[in-house]
Structure formats: C-alpha cells, structure tokens
C-alpha cells in the first residue's frame, strides 16, 4: 500500500488526532461538541485500521460507529432540548484518583507490553480479508453470529419496554 | 474445502428455549394482557421442557468446537434452568399487579437470559463465550430497571448497565490480549499454544499477567467478588426480587462456569509447577477471602433483607471459589455442589421475601416481626433457607460448605479454609437474626399472607432440594464429579 515511512507518518497523525479528540470528548462543557469530537475520535480509529490493513474493520467501523451509533447521539442530543445549549460539567471531586488510576494502568500496560514475547504470524495476509472474513462469519463462527442477533433482539424489546410511555 | 460439523441436534433445546421465549411475548400480546397468570404457567413449562429436551439432546461437539454441550455444561444448564423457573415462580404477585403491562416481555426476556446463560457454559471458545455472557446480562440490565416509575429500581438498572459495560470492556481486552498471545480463540488450542510458546521463548512476559488480571477482574464484576463488589447491593435492593433472586444464583453461576471455561481448562497450565510464577490461583485466592470477610461483616449491619442476602450472596461466592482455586477433581465438583445447593437456598429466601413484600410493601427485617404466628409455613421455610446457607446440618448448605473446605484442605489452602470456618460462625449471627425476629419478636399477627400456587411450588421444591439433598448428597455430589472429570484434573 504505502511506503514504511508514510504509513508510519500517517499513524502517528492519526494516534495524535485520536488522543487529542479524546481528550476533548471528556473534557469539553458543550455535549454537542462532545459529540463531534467523538465522531472524529472515532474516524481517525477506522485510519488506523486501514493502515493495519483491516479494511473491513474500518469499513465496519465508520458504518456502525461514526455513521450510525454518533449520529444517533447527536440525534438525541439535539432532540432534548434540555441538553443542547448548555454547560456541563464533565468531573467532579474523584478526578485526581482517577487521574491516578488510569496513569497507572497506561504505565502498566506500556510496561508489561514492552517485556512481552508476543507470537508473530509470518505469512502474509490473505489477499481479500473482507472475503475470508465473510467466509469465516458464515462457517466456523456461525455460531456466535446467529447468538449476536439473539442478543439484538433481546435488547430491542429491552429498550421498548424501557422507553414506552404506559397508559395511565 | 473444510469439512464442518454441525451437529444442530444439540443446541434443540436453547433453540427451544428462545422460540419460546418469542412464544410468550406473542401469547401474551395476544391475549391482550388480559391473563395474569396463564403467561407465567407458559414459561414454567417451557423451561421444564427445555429440561426435558437438555436430558435427550446432550453429549458432543458441534460447530466446530465451539459449541461443547458436555456433562458441565449439562450440570450447569440444570441450575439455570432450575434458578429461571423458580424466578419465575415467585413473580406471579408482582405480575398480578405491578407490571401488568410488560408481563410477556417480563418473562420472556428471563428466557432470553436463560438462553445466554446456556449458550455460554456450553462455549469452549472465546467468542462465543464472550457473546454468550453478553446475551446473559443485557436482558437483565432492562430486568432490574423494570418497575419504571421507582426510582430505586431505575438507579439498579443503570448501575448495573454502566458496571456491566465496564466489566465486559475488561473482559474483552483481557481476551483479545489471550487472543494476541497465542493465535487463537479455542481453549484448548489456547493451552496448547502458551504451553508451546511458553517451552520455546522460556517465558511469556508480563504482558499475560495483565491479560490475566483483566480477564479475572471482567468475571469478577459479574461474580461481585471483592473488590468488585460494590454494585451489588444496590442493584440487588433496587430490582424486583425475583431478579435479585435471578441475578445471585443464575447469572453467578454463569460467571462461575465462564471462570472455569477459562482458567480451569484454557490457563490451567500455570498451575503447574513449571510455569508456577504466573499463576492465577493465588489471586483469587485472595479476592475469595477478601469476598467472605467483607461480605460477612457488612451483612451484619444490614436493615433491608435484600442488601443483607446481597452481602450474604457476595461471602457465598467467596466460598465456592475456595471450590475453584483447589484446581483439583473435586474442588470443581465441589463448587458445581455448592451452587447446586446455593440454587435451592437462596431462591427460597428471595421467594419468601418476594412473597413478604408482595403482601407487606416492605423488605426491612424489623417488618418480619412475628412473622411466626401469622405465616407460620412461610416463616418455616425461611428459617430452613436461612440455616442451609449458614450451612448448619443437616440441610444442603452444610454438605456443600463440607465438599468446598475439604478440596481446599487437599489443595493445601489452610489459611483460606480457616478464615472459611470464622466467618461462617459470623454469618450464623445475621441470619439467625433473622429467624429470631421471626420468632421471638411479637408484631402483628393479624397479617394474612396467600401464597400463590405457583409461589408454593418454588418454596416445596426450594425445602425439598435443601432436605433431600442434605441428607442424601451422593445423585447430585456424583453428578458434580462426572463434570469435574472432563478436565481431567488430579
């Protein structure tokens, strides 16, 4: 696809668009912007999945996440008007500790990564993932495919029951 | 081309089980909500049904390893099969009266629940594990938030949404760092390869630790094993009873199957002496004992009888994975006894106190004041509950606390069956506080409890469990060891 040196540059532009959307998605005061920021956060995501040569993954990504699941914030958000224009605030007094506690596992992650003997694939990737993955999904993990649409469903009535206005 | 097995014969009964799921929800539409009753009785049956097809339609793999429907699972499925009717039997008040319009969805998203639960303890593989524990909580994240318009049952529903979301974010990147680390999403090709991996590089790194403290912290928010615990009573006051009852023993004993799915068989290499460093069991170890201190000495401050079996449900838990750390034959079968038993005793006192709140409005012990005089059957059974999860002989709970203390004594964990021994002495005080109100307490006796047939079922099956059981253990002590045989364990 690209060359080493401009995939790398392209994942560090992507890595840095992601933690700083990020950051603004939980820090910002307008929700609306929040949302936004989100989307980016959440496309720069399906970058990274281009550059890892998961093309289905990112198509999947911007359909499910930046298409569908943001769009649908940003409908609820706009649609509840107690929302839309106003300040929040994103923290409250247990933000220290939580500073602490996420700094600890980001270091403990990085750190234990770093010592890790990680299995490495040496054959290259199939030619047209889409294609094995699609073959896979209809043969050995038929299984667990058919379960999610139970698990659709049973959410789907789930959320009726819960958002149903009940006749007095 | 591959050649694939899909032996559809063996998932007939969850196949069942979810069609009638759908059943319920038409029926009970259909029947314009008219009914109260006749839904309930539909979905006992259908469970008994599904028991029925479980013990025709058992023994072998299909789908490729991915679906293993072996005696575990077998075992298990009983219990949640068993913990979902007698869930269901014990709603007949509340449908009769505080969710009149959501009884089909009520009963059918249990049955949802109960398929997830199914499909989960028969996955040998991490995905359709992980997807199997994901069809087990959402329809009860929508259960404990059923009474709509209290705002202590909302407050459950979204606690144990945001926990379970957390917890399954955990648990999935602690199984994707599994996946990472050894190829492939198959238990035993996941023993295999760390094994071999293990062999050639001498050593795997830290990076598995952490997969492995991230897996056991993701079950352990479902388990409410300490330091995980802290949702638990909560949600467990806020839902309706017999969800609370639903969540402590069915979707605990998913939990527990999950676990030994994936320590027992998948990392149980690092048992061994060989790869001892990293091994889990100590970690448990001591969130086991951690769970039985906390939850006992925090159950005797309770008011509320549901934040008291709440607590009393998280030190249960700490016991039974004594069961698991023993890593041995029958430190498995001990734990599969123990929840056997667990079904029996903790179902029971949730219907009684689900048939007391029906009636009074209230789940606050003082209110059970000379419940002996005026319901002396229904505070019978209580005290028999209570005793078995105490585990006084000769009820169920004594024979299954025995069976966990001896595999502990054999794996060599004496601390932890010492600290066992204590604290039960400090959970004989909070439950027979209970029995003592009960009885030695005068309050109104003019209360007059009806206990629904259904209702009456669950108790008589409930005592029955805990008698026959406890006297005589052996059919269902054997039936444990047979599921411990399959991972072929010392």
Not at chain 1, 119 to 148: Q, R, W
Not at chain 2, 185 to 198: C, H, P, Q, R, V
Not at chain 2, 200 to 210: F, N, Q, R, T, V
Not at chain 2, 414 to 439: E, F, H, Q, R
Request: glycine share 8%; aromatic share 12%.
């Amino acid at each position: 696809m690209f060359g080493v040196e401009v995939s790398q540059l392209f994942f560090y532009l992507l890595s840095f668009i992601i933690i700083v959307s990020a950051i603004y998605v939980v820090s910002l005061r307008n929700i609306f912007h929040c949302a936004l920021f989100l989307v980016l956060c959440l496309f720069s995501v399906a970058g990274i999945y281009i550059l890892l040569e998961a093309e289905f993954l990112a198509a999947v990504q911007v359909l499910i996440y930046v298409g569908a699941v943001s769009i649908l914030m940003i409908f609820a958000i706009m649609l509840t008007s107690r929302l839309a224009n106003k300040k929040i605030m994103q923290s409250n007094d247990n933000v220290t500790v939580a500073i602490f506690v996420c700094a600890g596992f980001l270091l403990t992650s990085l750190g234990s990564f770093g010592y890790t003997v990680w299995k490495v694939v040496d054959s290259p990737l199939p030619e047209n993932n889409t294609l094995t993955i699609g073959k896979l999904l209809m043969t050995d993990y038929v299984l667990p495919f058919e379960v999610v649409s139970i698990v659709l469903l049973a959410a789907m009535i789930g959320a009726i029951v819960l958002a149903r206005r009940e006749k007095i | 081309m591959e050649t694939f097995d899909y032996n559809l014969k063996l998932i007939i009964p969850e196949m069942f089980l979810f069609v009638w799921a759908l059943v319920v929800i038409v029926f009970d539409i259909s029947s314009k909500r008219r009914n109260s009753d006749s839904v309930g009785y539909l979905t006992m049956a259908g469970l008994a049904i599904t028991a029925v097809l479980l013990y025709n339609f058992h023994g072998g793999i299909s789908f490729n390893n991915m679906f293993s429907s072996d005696i575990l699972a077998l075992f298990f499925k009983v219990i949640f099969l068993g913990s979902a009717f007698m869930a269901v039997g014990s709603s007949f008040g509340l449908a009769s009266d505080k969710i009149k319009n959501h009884r089909g969805e009520y009963y059918g998203l249990i049955l949802f629940s109960t398929v997830g639960m199914m499909f989960l303890s028969s996955s040998n593989e991490l995905i359709s594990l992980y997807v199997g524990l994901e069809l087990t909580t959402i329809p009860l994240f929508v259960l404990a938030a059923f009474y709509k318009d209290k705002k202590t049952s909302v407050e459950a529903g979204m606690k144990y949404l945001i926990v379970g979301a957390f917890s399954s974010a955990v648990l999935l990147y602690g199984l994707s760092l599994l996946y990472g680390f050894t190829g492939t999403t198959d238990l035993t090709m996941i023993k295999i390869n760390l094994s071999l991996l293990f062999l050639s590089a001498g050593k795997i790194g830290p990076g598995l630790i952490l997969a492995i403290v991230m897996i056991i912290a993701g079950i352990s928010f479902k388990l409410a094993l300490v330091p995980f615990h802290m949702w638990a009573p909560d949600v467990y006051q806020g839902a309706p009873t017999p969800i609370t009852a639903f969540l402590s023993v069915g979707s605990k004993a998913a939990g527990v199957v999950a676990f030994a799915r994936i320590f027992v068989h998948g990392l149980i290499a690092f048992v061994d002496p060989v790869m001892k460093p990293l091994d889990w069991g100590i970690i448990v170890a001591v969130m086991a004992a951690a769970a039985m201190v906390v939850g006992n000495i925090t159950a005797l401050r309770q008011h509320n009888i549901k934040r008291m079996l709440a607590y009393s449900s998280i030190a249960q838990v700490g016991y039974l994975m004594i069961g698991m750390v023993a890593v041995s034959e029958l430190g498995i079968a001990s734990v599969g006894f123990y929840m056997f038993m667990y079904l029996f005793a903790n179902m029971g006192a949730f219907a009684v106190a689900t048939i007391f709140e029906d009636k009074t409005g209230s789940s606050s012990i003082s209110s059970y004041k000379g419940l002996s005089k005026s319901a002396p059957a229904l505070s019978a059974c209580m005290a028999i509950f209570l005793l078995s999860l105490t585990g006084i002989p000769p009820l169920g709970g004594f024979a299954a606390k025995y069976i966990v203390f001896a595999a502990g004594i054999q794996a060599g964990y004496y601390w932890l069956v010492i600290l066992g021994l204590l604290t039960s002495v400090v959970a004989l005080y909070y439950y027979a506080n209970v029995i003592k109100t009960m009885y030695f307490s005068d309050g109104n006796s003019d209360l007059k409890i009806n206990i629904h047939p259904a209702a009456r079922l669950v108790l008589v099956i409930g005592v029955i469990g805990v008698i026959i059981f406890g006297i005589y253990p052996e059919p269902i002590l054997n039936f444990a060891m047979e599921s411990a045989a399959l991972f072929a364990l010392p």
